[in-house]
């Protein structure tokens, strides 16, 4: 297959749509989220990353090209640092939050399985949606806000819309890609299967961060 994320991304389009519109996302483009809102995501964000940089480097391991390999190794801790950075810049003596959402538990426990047990093909294409939807969200608020100068959530807003994390979305995306060259149709669905299903779990995490959902027991 010469262009899977291509193929996945038309057939996973309504989920980005939904998230775009979801009142998160036009909150924080507008800049009037509430900031208890803003910090119990930052919080879960904080939970989800420390688990997803494992998930990565375990993806890592189990490229068996070197420069794959190194690709994720990096993102596991260079991009990791730069979001903890900023998780450490808007929370800034907040109080934090030490216990996973049922979203936030659900969505890294899923991910941590797809490394471990499932094939490197399997396992890249549940990985990959964290990559692509941050990037699109980012360049979709950075391309239809009217309040750059004043929206305190600018520094988030502009991570994601930066020049650097493309590049290390288009590497992911092409490494992916790469992997699916010579697999199988079965491979492919479940690849698809992966991205699609990793893709609502994005979009529960933006909802429950809205909801800011707690333990119901």
């Known amino acids: 297959m010469s262009n899977w994320y291509e193929e996945i991304s038309l057939k996973t ?14 909150e924080l483009m507008a800049g009037t989220l509430p900031k208890e809102v803003f910090y119990f995501y930052i919080n879960q964000d904080a939970i989800y990353l420390s688990e997803y940089k494992k998930v990565l480097a375990q993806i890592g391991i189990k490229c068996s090209d070197e420069n794959d390999t190194q690709f994720f190794l990096d993102a596991a801790t260079g991009i990791i640092n730069v979001e903890n950075a900023l998780h450490q810049n808007f929370l800034n003596q907040k109080s934090s939050i030490n216990e996973a959402s049922p979203t936030c538990e659900l969505y890294i426990s899923y991910l941590s399985r797809m490394a471990h047990t499932k ?16 990037q699109q969200v980012g360049d979709y608020i950075l391309a239809n806000q009217t309040n750059k100068h004043n929206n ?8 994601y819309g930066g020049e ?24 492919i669905n479940k690849m698809n299967d992966a991205f699609e299903k990793a893709s609502k779990l994005e979009w529960m995490f933006w909802d429950s961060a809205y909801n800011k959902e707690p333990w119901k027991l």
């Open 13 to 26: 389009a309504h989920i980005l749509q939904k998230i775009k519109k979801h009142d998160f996302i036009k």
């Open 119 to 134: 094939s490197l093909e399997e396992g890249l294409a549940a990985v990959l949606p964290c990559f692509t939807i941050y």
């Open 152 to 159: 305190p959530y600018q520094n988030w807003i502009n991570t």
């Open 164 to 187: 650097e994390f493309a590049n290390s979305v288009k590497n992911a995306i092409n490494i992916t890609n790469k992997h699916t060259i010579k697999a199988s149709t079965e491979t």
